[in-house]
């Protein structure tokens, strides 16, 4: 596969079944090199600016499996970004490998600052693609354990483990973007009307069969590239927004509440209407240092059950919890 060139961030490449290994080094001789000997294992995109590759962690959209980075590409605090790398929500999941003089101490240096390998130049070609190959493995091993792990195995959306897991990392992240415009966090707590009713009309396996339609739909329409729809627990589903307005959780609300709408799932049990409807509760909130998660399920809990006692089929206003902060202060 060719050898892209990245001119810039706002490029999107296709998506592809290979996976994406991005090159971070100056010398176009290296990267040349790198792109014939690991072509035929991945999509090789270079990097020749170390600005483009900061942009990397602010577009989800644009994820690599394995980045190769070479030492001196940054030239100050190299430590520091391994930290900011591993750590991102957007980019934690890249491993990272360090490229550089063959030199002990700088191999040693690499493994302590988190990088899964280290490759020493000159770079022999039949050595890195073995052990590119054996790091490509081991992330597919990885990834399919994690998802027996992390999937609500009736849905095949997020389970609660992993929507706790997520929802700690953006909100850690949205704490340390102090002053970004765009570091809130929508939270939708979204539960399925009399969906007891519905099982006892129909039977457990079509209550299944509801919930699978439902996940799927709620899935499809939350679909930004960091967007999360996990189930909650039983008919409760749970969608994180990270990077959003505080308008913009009514906006994705009404589409989900539309989604479900058009699935048209009989229920003739329920006393709420003829199909399968949703409530669903909204809170938002720019995360202050220190401030607790708790504060932001809760507000969401609290605004769904204000949906369901207004007669369900509906969702709340949206919460803002700076608004709750400045009642409590007064």
Same mark, same amino acid.
């Given at each position: 596969m060719a050898l892209y060139r990245f001119p810039d961030v706002a490029l999107l490449m296709p998506a592809l079944?290979?996976?994406?290994?991005?090159?971070?080094d100056e010398n176009l001789a290296v990267q040349a090199q790198l792109a014939e000997t690991l072509a035929s294992d991945a999509e090789v995109i270079s990097v020749v600016r170390r600005g483009q590759l900061a942009a990397w962690l602010d577009h989800p959209a644009l994820a690599a499996d394995v980045l190769l980075l070479e030492r001196d590409f940054i030239r100050q605090d190299l430590d520091?970004?391994?930290?900011?790398?591993?750590?991102?929500?957007?980019?934690?999941?890249?491993?990272?490998?360090?490229?550089?003089?063959?030199?002990?101490?700088?191999?040693?240096?690499?493994?302590?600052?988190?990088?899964?390998?280290?490759?020493?130049?000159?770079?022999?070609?039949?050595?890195?693609?073995?052990?590119?190959?054996?790091?490509?493995?081991?992330?597919?091993?990885?990834?399919?354990?994690? /998802?027996?792990?992390?999937?609500? =195995? +009736?849905?095949?959306? @997020?389970?609660?483990?992993? &929507?706790?897991?997520?929802? %700690? $990392?953006?909100?850690?992240?949205?704490?340390?973007?102090?002053?970004?415009?765009?570091?809130?966090?929508?939270?939708?707590?979204?539960?399925?009307?009399?969906?007891?009713?519905?099982?006892?009309?129909?039977?457990?396996?079509?209550?299944?069969?509801?919930?699978?339609?439902?996940?799927?739909?709620?899935?499809?329409t939350a679909r930004r590239p960091r967007d999360l729809v996990a189930r909650y627990g039983g008919e409760e589903f749970a969608v994180v927004l990270p990077s959003i307005a505080v308008a913009g959780v009514e906006v994705v609300a009404q589409r989900l509440q539309q989604a479900v709408a058009a699935l048209e799932i009989a229920h003739p049990a329920s006393p709420t209407h003829s199909r399968l409807t949703l409530s669903m509760g909204l809170?938002?909130?720019?995360? /202050?240092?220190?401030?607790?998660? =708790? +504060?932001?399920?809760? @507000?969401?809990?609290?605004? &769904?059950?204000?949906?369901? %006692? $207004?007669?369900?089929?509906?969702?709340?206003?949206?919460?803002?919890?700076?608004v709750v902060r400045s009642l409590l202060s007064d």
């Open positions: 079944s290979l996976p994406r290994i991005l090159i971070a520091g970004f391994c930290r900011r790398w591993q750590q991102n929500p957007a980019s934690r999941g890249c491993d990272l490998v360090l490229m550089g003089e063959a030199d002990d101490d700088a191999e040693i240096q690499a493994l302590a600052m988190g990088a899964q390998d280290y490759l020493r130049k000159p770079l022999n070609p039949l050595l890195l693609q073995a052990r590119i190959k054996r790091l490509l493995a081991v992330r597919q091993q990885l990834q399919q354990l994690r /998802a027996q792990t992390t999937t609500d =195995g +009736l849905t095949q959306v @997020a389970n609660r483990r992993y &929507l706790d897991e997520f929802l %700690a $990392a953006e909100w850690r992240r949205a704490q340390r973007q102090q002053g970004d415009s765009l570091r809130g966090i929508g939270l939708i707590m979204a539960d399925l009307d009399h969906f007891k009713l519905y099982n006892d009309h129909y039977g457990h396996p079509a209550g299944d069969e509801c919930l699978r339609r439902v996940a799927a739909a709620l899935k499809h809170a938002w909130c720019e995360p /202050a240092p220190g401030e607790a998660l =708790g +504060l932001l399920l809760e @507000a969401a809990d609290e605004a &769904l059950y204000s949906a369901k %006692a $207004a007669g369900r089929n509906r969702y709340s206003a949206t919460v803002d919890l700076a």
